[in-house]
């Protein structure tokens, strides 16, 4: 799927700001869309950051808590 092996990816993030991660796993761009979904029924979802700090983007695809990671990479 992508070169993190599935683990999280941290970003910093400004408050107020939106990010738009990738849901088909396609991405160069990692955790974030590059537009590699075109052509299929994926769509990247919209993230607005309510602080500025790091976050963990889920790389694996798995979690309930899209786009945060929550661990569901572990259960591989």
């Not at 979802?45 to 798995?62: H, I, P, R």
């Amino acid at each position: 799927m992508n070169d993190t092996n599935n683990k999280p990816i941290a970003v910093e993030v400004e408050e107020g700001k939106d990010y738009f991660w990738c849901t088909c796993g396609k991405s160069s761009k990692q955790p974030f869309c590059d537009g590699s979904h075109k052509g299929s029924d994926f769509k990247p979802l919209k993230y607005t950051a309510e602080k500025s700090g790091k976050l963990f983007f889920c790389s694996c695809k798995k979690t309930a808590n899209a786009p945060l990671c929550d661990g569901s990479h572990k259960e591989d």
